[in-house]
T-cell receptor, first 114, second 115 residues
Framework: EAGVAQSPRYKIIEKRQSVAFWCNPISGHATLYWYQQILGQGPKLLIQ????????DSQLPKDRFSAERLKGVDSTLKIQPAKLEDSAVYLC????????????FGPGTRLTVL | AQKITQTQPGMFVQEKEAVTLDCTYDTSDQSYGLFWYKQPSSGEMIFLIY??????QNATEGRYSLNFQKARKSANLVISASQLGDSAMYFCAMREDTGRRALTFGSGTRLQVQP
């Protein structure tokens, strides 16, 4: 079974530019998560989808970050405009959506904002 | 609000020895799950082991076991017979089973296995 796919793996941009990350979850997984992991810290949730609806986006900086999950499968996370403090690894995870299930993570996208 | 605390920023262990990574948590929920993930230098978060709050027995997965002490709110990871490939960051995480079910992570412990 294929795991969670993410692209690109690495991205370097200058501040005020825009960037987009793509995630393809494990087939059949209803719930999709985007986490931000700043160097030296544990991941922190940005947004959670159940199928194509948003469950929790309370920690998403909505003035610059946006995310969508069209058709309940792939998801895109966008940052516009990027700030220096957005430099981090962006991790996508998916799960079946049941109470006791496990989240499986993709390889992440490492973003550097100069 | 839920919180995970990992007090060991770094740990060293000799190859083939056992090591315990500490994790304490705080939650007001009665139903929750505790997870351990491994993050090698490549960056991917690899699921290791899960313990449900109502599970009476400690979880085990191969060389990994979770020492769950509910009254103390601790969920320590024990790695037996350490291997060089175990060198990585290890994160403890919790998910409350009511409300949003995203994971809350600790700050991690860097484990280095020495030959």
């Amino acid at each position: 079974e294929a795991g969670v796919a993410q692209s690109p793996r690495y991205k370097i941009i200058e501040k005020r530019q825009s960037v987009a990350f793509w995630c393809n979850p494990i087939s059949g997984h209803a719930t999709l998560y985007w986490y931000q992991q700043i160097l030296g810290q544990g991941p922190k949730l940005l947004i959670q989808f159940q199928n194509n609806g948003v469950v929790d986006d309370s920690q998403l900086p909505k003035d610059r970050f946006s995310a969508e999950r069209l058709k309940g499968v792939d998801s895109t996370l966008k940052i516009q405009p990027a700030k220096l403090e957005d430099s981090a690894v962006y991790l996508c995870a998916s799960s079946l959506g049941r109470i006791s299930d496990t989240q499986y993570f993709g390889p992440g996208t490492r973003l550097t904002v100069l | 609000a839920q919180k995970i605390t990992q007090t060991q920023p770094g740990m060293f262990v000799q190859e083939k020895e056992a090591v315990t990574l500490d994790c304490t948590y705080d939650t007001s929920d009665q139903s929750y799950g505790l997870f351990w993930y491994k993050q090698p230098s490549s960056g991917e978060m690899i699921f290791l082991i899960y313990q449900g709050s109502y599970d009476e027995q400690n979880a085990t997965e191969g060389r990994y076991s979770l020492n769950f002490q509910k009254a103390r709110k601790s969920a320590n990871l024990v790695i037996s017979a350490s291997q060089l490939g175990d060198s990585a960051m290890y994160f403890c995480a919790m998910r409350e089973d009511t409300g949003r079910r995203a994971l809350t992570f600790g700050s991690g412990t860097r484990l280095q296995v020495q030959p």
